[in-house]
Nanobody, 115 residues
Framework: VQLQASGGGSVQPGGSLRLSCTAS?????????IIWHRQAPGHAREFVAQ???????NYADSVKDRFTISRDNTWNTGYLQMNSLKPEDTAVYYC?????????WGPGTQVTVSS
């Protein structure tokens, strides 16, 4: 299973970005959970958001009401819509897929929020 993330970039405070994470390989994507994490320079990696196979979602308090996680099982893709971005959202964002007992990670994508 391979994960490919895209959509990172640089944006001014208050701006928006949408991250995508597309999975390929032999596994049942609709039964998986998708999680986004992030790691800022000098900080530990932290949880951002999760969407279960049922569609239920969880968010870190720091991004609640600003970020939206979603999925499209047709395209084996998870999304993270990030609105009202703040400088403290600057980090490398990682997608993580849990399928049964298997735990897959994609390469990070850089998000920079700066004026």
């Amino acid at each position: 299973v391979q994960l490919q993330a895209s959509g990172g970039g640089s944006v001014q405070p208050g701006g928006s970005l949408r991250l995508s994470c597309t999975a390929s390989g032999r596994f049942d994507f609709p039964l998986s959970s998708i999680i986004w994490h992030r790691q800022a320079p000098g900080h530990a990696r932290e949880f951002v958001a999760q969407i279960y196979n049922t569609g239920r979602t969880n968010y870190a308090d720091s991004v609640k009401d600003r970020f939206t996680i979603s999925r499209d099982n047709t395209w084996n893709t998870g999304y993270l819509q990030m609105n009202s971005l703040k400088p403290e959202d600057t980090a490398v964002y990682y997608c993580n897929l849990i399928s049964g007992v298997n735990d897959y990670w994609g390469p990070g994508t850089q998000v920079t929020v700066s004026s």
